[in-house]
């Protein structure tokens, strides 16, 4: 089993940025693909960006590219996300996600977080 929690969610006005960070237990961390998905009301959740276990590979959405960034630390069980020059679509809920393989599909993921609210004002 693997528990995660997210934080560092909140509201922004356009342009400015944000970090989430996603805090595992459980589990050895460094075995797990990590992943961040968001979900906006009334819409399907989505894929944001992927990382495989050792950092080397990682994976951006169309929608975030240049703009996002995903690291992880396996000393500190922590993955984060880095979000700038945000815009008001990408306000959502938030979640990370851990699996063995790391992708774009979230059946790729076996453990989910509770989410982070990100709001972007105009």
């Known amino acids: 089993q693997v528990q995660l929690v997210e934080s560092g969610g909140g509201l922004v006005q356009a342009g400015g940025s944000l970090r989430l960070s996603c805090a595992a237990s459980?589990?050895?961390?460094?075995?797990?693909?990590m992943g961040w998905f968001r979900q906006a009301p009334g819409k399907e959740r989505e894929f944001v960006t992927a990382?495989?276990?050792?950092?080397?590979?990682?994976y951006y959405a169309d929608s975030v590219k240049g703009r996002f960034t995903i690291s992880r630390s396996n000393a500190k069980n922590t993955v984060y996300l880095q979000m700038n020059s945000l815009k008001p679509e990408d306000t959502a809920v938030y979640y990370c996600?851990?699996?063995?393989?790391?992708?774009?599909?979230?059946?790729?993921?076996?453990?989910w977080g509770q989410g982070t609210q990100v709001t972007v004002s105009l």
């Open positions: 990382i495989n276990w050792s950092g080397g590979r990682t």
């Open positions: 996600a851990a699996g063995p393989r790391s992708g774009t599909s979230d059946s790729y993921y076996d453990y």
């Open positions: 459980g589990r050895p961390f460094s075995t797990y693909a």
